[in-house]
């Protein structure tokens, strides 16, 4: 009987460490790549906010200096606001009265150079953010980074490039 109690309560010691070993190192790895992803994932949102910034400066530069060589009622909505804190919608509304005004501007005038100037570097702005969008939005929509997206309360943003 002392041989039977031997056999049953034997504990292979060797076995139980090498599982604990290879639970401990995987363990590693997913803690290891989680601070790698969501690394990622928040520098790649702080250059779309860094970008939207930017953009958010030019596009109230622009509709400054639009409003003052071209009168149009709808950018008193506009004057006194703050553009970063508009909704998306509000300032695709004001980029595309801009962009209808601009076509008042005369190109030709020598005193309107500053404000086409002002009027390309939005829409550089606006194309260097939509890019950013895009890369954000396809890094958001991929495994792994959806899931910790997810858990980050990340959401896919919407392009001011018109589908035409």
Same mark, same amino acid.
């Given at each position: 009987?002392?041989?039977?109690? *031997? ?6 010691? $060797? ?6 070993? @290879?639970?401990? !190192? ?19 949102? =702080? &250059? ?7 953009? #958010?400066?030019?596009?109230? /530069?622009?509709? *400054? ?5 071209? +009168?149009? %009622? ?5 004057? *006194?606001?703050?553009?970063? +804190?508009?909704?998306?919608? &509000? ?6 009265? @801009? ?5 008042? !501007? $005369?190109? %030709? #005038? %020598? *005193?309107? +150079?500053?404000?086409? %100037? ?10 260097? @953010? #939509? ?18 997206? =997810?858990? @980050? /309360?990340? /959401? /896919? ?8």
């Amino acid at each position: 009987m002392i041989v039977i109690s *031997n056999v049953v309560f034997a504990i292979r010691w $060797d076995i139980i460490i090498e599982v604990s070993i @290879l639970v401990l !190192v995987l363990l590693g790895a997913v803690s290891v790549a989680t601070i790698i992803i969501t690394r990622r994932l928040k520098n790649t949102y =702080k &250059e779309l906010y860094r970008q939207q910034s930017k953009f #958010d400066i030019e596009l109230r /530069k622009s509709m *400054n200096l639009i409003s003052k060589v071209v +009168q149009v %009622e709808a950018f008193d909505k506009y004057e *006194n606001v703050v553009i970063k +804190q508009l909704s998306f919608p &509000e300032k695709k509304e004001l980029l595309d009265l @801009l962009m209808n005004a601009y076509h008042s !501007v $005369d190109q %030709e #005038d %020598e *005193n309107n +150079q500053y404000v086409i %100037e002002t009027y390309d570097n939005l829409h550089e702005m606006r194309r260097i @953010l #939509d890019s950013k969008i895009l890369a954000f939005n396809q890094l958001i929509s991929i495994f792994p980074f959806d899931f910790y997206a =997810k858990i @980050l /309360k990340m /959401k /896919k943003m919407p392009y001011y490039t018109h589908n035409e």
